[in-house]
């Protein structure tokens, strides 16, 4: 049984249909909240994309330490959150109150963001207070007024309005996951790890010495896998969402595009890594027995 392929051609094909749409460098053609922002969301994912394709190394020249596979993990991540925060606005059809209050409560925590940056670069508080206290206002005295926000339990209200929190669903957020939570779980937790630069994201940089599930080049199998199959998802709502803007878009590239969103080789990698340790002992205890004999 063979490592499944890392597909870096069906990503590099799911960008060149990206950008035949890119709203990158031009105009702004949104006409609605819901158009501006995934019209900004989609412009996001297509520079985090420009950069993962520039990181994805040459096997075949097999430059070993030229493979930034940490920075193609924190990408992937990148694009598991921009995933979220697109369906979280763009997504489903809300009432024009749930979709304002969405928008200024992310506004809310912007502005509670600024501060503590401001603070910690040890800007003046008459600077901050400047800059904060307007935009401050200006969120909290819209929610205030928002029907969807009064409808709220008051003690969730009380905690909203402190702007620590960027989004707040009022539902389970299960049926949005790009795979079983638990597969998105686990692969959000391996590319924390890198991230953070904890020991499971610090590796030598040696391809064939580490036998771990999670060695160099797995994590670039499973960081395309992840990568390949959110930006599809974003890809497919946007031309969905803009279908007049994406009429370029031929429905052979759709087809392609549905396809990579639904498709994923995560379970046959997993059945690759179990059956090669399960292989590795079945040998190692063959040699054991045969130098005991």
Not at 39 to 48: D, G, N, V
Not at 61 to 88: G, P
Not at 164 to 190: I, W
């Amino acid at each position: 049984m063979e490592h499944p392929k890392i597909r870096i051609k069906e990503f590099k094909k799911l960008h060149n249909i990206a950008l035949k749409i890119s709203p990158v460098g031009k105009r702004p053609t949104f006409t609605t909240t819901r158009t501006y922002f995934a019209e900004q969301i989609f412009e996001k994912a297509l520079l985090i994309a420009n950069s993962y394709i520039r990181l994805i190394p040459d096997f075949d020249k097999r430059d070993d330490h030229q493979c930034d596979f940490s920075t193609m993990a924190t990408l992937s991540r990148n694009l598991i959150e921009l995933n979220h925060v697109y369906n979280y606005l763009c997504k489903d059809r809300l009432s024009k109150d749930e979709l304002e209050f969405r928008v200024y409560l992310m506004g809310l925590h912007r502005s509670h963001e600024t501060k503590n940056v401001l603070q910690k670069l040890s800007f003046s508080k008459d600077y901050i207070k400047e800059m904060f206290n307007i935009s401050n206002m200006v969120c909290q005295s819209v929610l205030k007024k928002n029907s969807y926000f009064n409808c709220l339990d008051k003690r969730i209200q009380k905690e909203l309005l402190k702007g620590k929190k960027a989004f707040y669903r009022n539902e389970p957020y299960h049926k949005h996951l790009l795979y079983e939570q638990g597969v998105e779980s686990g692969l959000y937790k391996l590319f924390s790890n890198h991230i953070h630069s904890f020991q499971l994201g610090i590796q030598a940089q040696f391809f064939d010495r580490n036998t771990s599930p999670f060695n160099l080049i797995s994590l670039c199998f499973l960081s395309t896998e992840a990568a390949i199959t959110c930006y599809a998802w974003l890809l497919r709502s946007y031309i969905a969402l803009r279908w007049k803007r994406c009429k370029n878009v031929s429905d052979d590239e759709k087809s392609f595009v549905k396809h990579c969103s639904e498709k994923t080789q995560i379970k046959e990698w997993i059945e690759f890594q179990e059956k090669e340790f399960f292989s590795d002992r079945i040998r190692l205890k063959d040699m054991l027995t045969t130098v005991a004999d």
